[in-house]
T-cell receptor
Framework: GQNIDQPTEMTATEGAIVQINCTYQ??????LFWYQQHAGEAPTFLSY????GLEEKGRFSSFLSRSKGYSYLLLKELQMKDSASYLC?????????????FGRGTSLIVHP | DSGVTQTPKHLITATGQRVTLRCSPR?????VYWYQQSLDQGLQFLIQ???????AKGNILERFSAQQFPDLHSELNLSSLELGDSALYFC?????????????FGEGSRLTVL
């Protein structure tokens, strides 16, 4: 099975940088995703890592270490609209397929 | 707009009843995933279909069933509803059959069981 851990809540100041960590244990691994979800809305894709290293996409970067079962999402130049839940999801083996399993999400509160 | 359409957006019903949630995937996507999200809970995987066939199953209750039709739309049937089934139900689609590719989520169907 899959187990994904991420902090429940984080707070940060507008304009600052925040790092959201995710650790996982999975049987089989075929990539890790980060999604953003505003309350009551659909999750939206932020990033995808399948190989070790850093992927940068504008103000958002994501890092993966497969040997450590660890990833982080880095958000720079925080804006108020970045207040949302950030979901770490891992493609892990399930039966004869790989399915995306989501963590419970990290609620990020950005204050002025 | 992700291109994934879910109906209805909101549904209020009573315990013991049965409901059907519908999902139309993005054009060209063959995979449909169903997730349940309860208050303060993460997205719980229910079931996946690929090109009309069941591909993977999560912790889906026996009272719940799903199918994917030849036009690739999918339906999730929830029966003998209980208060605890109140949740946001998301459908997501992807091009691939599993193990790769971004998921595109619909806006969800919010089910309230009274």
């Amino acid at each position: 099975g899959q187990n994904i851990d991420q902090p429940t809540e984080m707070t940060a100041t507008e304009g600052a940088i925040v790092q959201i960590n995710c650790t996982y244990q999975t049987s089989g691994f075929n990539g890790l995703f980060w999604y953003q979800q505003h309350a009551g809305e659909a999750p939206t894709f932020l990033s995808y890592n399948v190989l070790d290293g850093l992927e940068e996409k504008g103000r958002f970067s994501s890092f993966l270490s497969r040997s450590k079962g660890y990833s982080y999402l880095l958000l720079k130049e925080l804006q108020m609209k970045d207040s949302a839940s950030y979901l770490c999801a891992v493609y892990g083996a399930s039966g004869g397929s790989y399915i995306p399993t989501f963590g419970r999400g990290t609620s990020l509160i950005v204050h002025p | 707009d992700s291109g994934v359409t879910q109906t209805p957006k909101h549904l209020i019903t009573a315990t013991g009843q049965r409901v059907t949630l519908r999902c139309s995937p993005r054009s060209g996507d063959l995979s449909v995933y169903w997730y349940q999200q309860s208050l303060d809970q993460g997205l719980q995987f229910l079931i996946q279909y690929y090109n009309g066939e069941e591909r993977a199953k999560g912790n889906i209750l026996e009272r719940f069933s799903a199918q994917q039709f030849p036009d690739l739309h999918s339906e999730l049937n929830l029966s003998s509803l209980e208060l605890g089934d109140s949740a946001l139900y998301f459908c997501a689609s992807s091009v691939a059959g599993g193990g790769t590719g971004e998921l595109f989520f619909g806006e969800g169907s919010r089910l309230t069981v009274l």
